[in-house]
Nanobody
Framework: QVQLVEFGGGLVQAGGSLRLSCTAS????????MGWYRQAPGKQRELVAD???????KYADSVKGRFTISRDNAQNTVYLQMTSLKPEDTAVYYC???????????????WGQGTQVTVSS
């Protein structure tokens, strides 16, 4: 029904940059919020950043000043520009969409398949 597809993960050196993208497909009428979560080995999944359809953003303290989230509402796409990457940023990054309306049906959330980001020291 609704599918999120992520691109942009990979292996980079510390201090490098990556740009992640995620596009939601389907007969989607609106998405209230889109964001990025990550899960490092042995740790719980955590919110990295999210953005509402109105443009309000929220960032984890650990990435403020280094990551930037943006969104193209017309394309149902969210981006995460990551700069000054650190080894502790290594994780699987998951795209998330919340409060999705398809016709008269509302869905709470959908998740992407995840993309690996590895930062070497």
């Amino acid at each position: 029904q609704v599918q999120l597809v992520e691109f942009g993960g990979g292996l980079v050196q510390a201090g490098g940059s990556l740009r992640l993208s995620c596009t939601a497909s389907g007969r989607i009428d609106s998405i209230n919020a889109m964001g990025w979560y990550r899960q490092a080995p042995g740790k719980q999944r955590e919110l990295v950043a999210d953005i509402t359809k109105g443009g309000s953003t929220k960032y984890a303290d650990s990435v403020k000043g280094r990551f930037t989230i943006s969104r193209d509402n017309a394309q149902n796409t969210v981006y995460l520009q990551m700069t000054s990457l650190k080894p502790e940023d290594t994780a699987v990054y998951y795209c998330n969409a919340e409060r999705i309306r398809v016709g008269v049906i509302w869905y709470s959330s959908f998740w992407g398949q995840g993309t690996q980001v590895t930062v070497s020291s």
